[in-house]
């Protein structure tokens, strides 16, 4: 049969289920579609501990076997199925899932059926796989594998949602007492834009987004009621406290709901479809069908949503809410009085420190009509933190490549607010801030101490207050908010970085970046409106001028208030904005990051080395250090020259600087056509052997 099948493609393949490389190193074999064909019609019998296996990808590192690695660095080309029956309920026939096949994947689709090891006439275990057009990136891979299974669900098949996950076994054609295999079909599966299972998927996608989106706007207005009626009442929720006693995923297992392979993904056990449409988010879960309706409360977008203690209602006190909490309250021996469950529709409660916007209703839905005056009654005039530049009460990233300052030039702005003097020769509102260390915290101790030295500040008696090592901020929102409202005169949060803090598993997820975005966003509403900065890192690996926005998805932008920029050259860090700025506009702002040594932090050999410290580049400044790194250029040309073996140590010696500012150097002069570089040496062009010779001259 002449097919157009990519039979060159290969894919990580192993032997028996605990075929592991992660002790010697050393990459996994490769297995073609062709190679499995030919096994199907010719198939091994081997026992199931060294049976032969693949992994739908082509990364076969040492690694492979890893979920997360596959999904960020896997590519797979083959849709693998699995139909693993059990006595009461068989598989699908052969008969059933070609069927199914045809009508999502059309008749030319190529298919491999062959049945599994433990099939039997009763019950026909089998596998398909079917070749694809072009490859698909890990990070798409269980979207895509999701929207097939809910295609072919509703064509009455039963395929192991297992294989939703990106580095999950598919056993290849192994002769049992029962086998059958057929290969049919002329073409691979082209999944393009407008094909059924991607648009099923983009769906899928832009429904969650917008069902969280509801279902967390609803979870933080119900928790804004329950503290307002703490403060009321100085009694402890009942729900909070079995919240954080419970969690969704324990009580989802409780109560009989089947976990998809992915983990986050349930069914209800009063399902009739069989959907895995419950998603669990943690705090608290959205169900996108209709088996829950009368669990939890519909969102704005009229999705059921709700927390662990929904859960408990339903499922142990028959939807009765009154009785749930009385129930609780005596179990855990809580003081409380039953109380109304709340209705969105209902709710005016208003979190504390924002009363101003008392009428504004909180569910996202339709609250009631105001005239222009009163909806005009609530303008107020834009408050600076950094006069021109940041605005109290608004959230901001600041991207940067790794090596560019940006936690440097955030700790240069928190010294100038917390001793209220001008950053970037604009007025700062003076004020406490708080840092939260989640990348490198050791690192940051020492930038911190090295900036206060070179600013000749004690630094320790500074209102400025910490956070060691990264955490779940959406686990820990309200202890926060506690902490950081004892924190008097609060003006700047900064959490370092957005990377360290990110609770999703993908940062090309939209619904995992947006929920990020709004986490930090929260920190902006404590009393006093302090700003929020988050320092990002940006996408790709080479560093690009015009790619200065943070890594993820467009969710993430769309959140903020704008995106501020940082980019280094030598000793000079400039500060402007890429994308997104809600503001003044301002010009590109240039600060100094020379490298300084200090003897308080020398090793514990007595080694001073050399830490960048920011101090504001004044105009007068500009040129002498202009002149400066064009005298650094041409002594690394002249160096180069001499020694076109040399070293980026030698290159640093010849320069009187770092390895890295030697580095960046030498990366400029190759970038801007004055060197060249072949095999492991450098040489000048004619256009650097021109520069050289002028500057000689």
Not at 468 to 490: M, T, V, W, Y
């Amino acid at each position: 049969m002449d097919m157009n099948i990519p039979t060159a493609a290969a894919f990580c393949t192993g032997f028996g289920q605990h075929d592991t490389h992660k002790d010697t190193g050393e990459p996994y074999d490769k297995v073609t579609f062709s190679d499995i064909v030919a096994m199907a019609e010719n198939p091994p019998q081997t026992p199931k501990a060294q049976a032969q296996w693949t992994i739908a990808s082509r990364y076969c590192g040492w690694d492979a076997r890893v979920f997360e690695v596959q999904r960020d660095r896997g590519e797979f080309g083959l849709i693998g199925l699995d139909f693993d029956g059990t006595a009461e309920q068989p598989a699908n026939s052969a008969k059933e899932i070609g069927a199914a096949l045809r009508a999502v994947f059309g008749e030319d689709a190529t298919r491999l059926y062959y049945s599994s090891s433990r099939a039997t006439e009763a019950n026909p275990k089998s596998r398909v796989l079917l070749p694809l057009a072009d490859y698909i990136p890990g990070r798409d891979w269980s979207d895509t594998m999701e929207a097939i299974h809910q295609l072919l669900e509703e064509h009455g098949l039963r395929p192991d949602p297992a294989l939703e996950r990106a580095a999950q076994l598919i056993f290849l054609p192994n002769r049992g007492e029962y086998y059958r295999h057929s290969l049919k079909g002329v073409a691979p599966v082209d999944l393009t834009p407008d094909h059924p299972v991607i648009q099923r998927r983009e769906a899928n996608r832009a429904a969650r987004l917008e069902a969280e989106r509801a279902a967390q706007e609803e979870r933080v207005w119900k928790a804004a009621e329950r503290r307002a009626r703490f403060h009321e009442t100085g009694l402890e929720s009942p729900v909070d406290h079995f919240n954080k006693a419970h969690s969704i995923e324990g009580l989802l297992g409780r109560y009989g709901y089947a976990a998809r392979g992915n983990g986050r993904d349930w069914r209800s056990p009063d399902s009739t479809s069989g959907s895995f449409a419950l998603r669990d988010y943690g705090e608290y879960w959205v169900y996108m069908g209709s088996a829950m309706d009368d669990v939890g409360r519909k969102s704005a977008a009229g999705y059921p949503t709700g927390d662990a203690f929904d859960l408990f209602v339903y499922h142990e006190h028959g939807g009765d809410y009154k009785d749930a909490v009385r129930s609780y309250s005596k179990e855990a021996g809580l003081r409380s009085e039953p109380v109304a469950k709340p209705s969105i529709a209902e709710s005016k409660v208003v979190p504390p420190g924002d009363e101003r916007r008392a009428d504004v209703p909180r569910n996202g839905g339709f609250g009631r009509l105001e005239s222009n005056a009163a909806f005009m009654a609530r303008l107020e005039p834009s408050d600076y933190l950094v006069d021109g530049i940041c605005e109290k009460g608004m959230t901001y990233a600041i991207t940067g490549f790794t090596g560019h300052g940006k936690s440097s030039l955030m700790l240069y702005l928190m010294l100038q607010v917390a001793t209220g003097k001008p950053f970037a020769n604009q007025e700062v509102e003076q004020g406490s801030v708080l840092f939260l260390a989640g990348e490198n915290p050791d690192n940051v101790r020492r930038q911190w101490r090295a900036l206060c030295l070179a600013h000749g500040v004690d630094g320790y008696d500074l209102p400025v207050f910490w956070h060691d090592g990264a955490f779940r901020i959406s686990q820990s929102l309200d202890a926060l908010e506690a902490e950081a409202a004892k924190i008097p005169n609060l003006r700047l949060i900064i959490g370092d970085t957005l990377q360290a803090f990110f609770e999703g598993e993908s940062d090309n997820d939209n619904v995992s970046m947006l929920n990020a975005a709004r986490n930090f966003r929260s920190l902006s509403r404590a009393a006093g409106k302090p700003t929020v900065i988050i320092p990002a890192h940006p996408a790709g690996k080479k560093a690009d001028k015009g790619n200065l926005v943070p890594r993820g998805g467009g969710a993430f932008m769309n959140e903020i208030d704008g995106n501020y920029t940082c980019w280094r050259e030598d000793e000079i860090v400039t500060m402007h904005w890429q994308g997104k700025h809600r503001g003044s506009y301002f010009e590109p702002l240039d600060f100094a990051m020379p490298e300084k040594a200090f003897p308080e932090l020398a090793d514990t050999k007595g080694r001073q080395h050399p830490i960048s410290v920011v101090t504001h580049l004044f105009d007068s400044d500009k040129r002498r250090r202009a002149q400066e790194a064009m005298r650094k250029e041409t002594d690394a040309l002249r160096a180069i020259h001499a020694n076109n073996k040399i070293s980026e140590a030698g290159l640093a010696d010849a320069l009187g600087a770092s390895k890295s500012t030697a580095r960046r150097i030498k990366e400029r002069l190759i970038k801007d056509g004055l060197v060249k570089k072949y095999a492991r040496k450098l040489e000048l062009t004619d256009e650097g052997l021109e520069v050289l010779s002028d500057a000689e001259s």
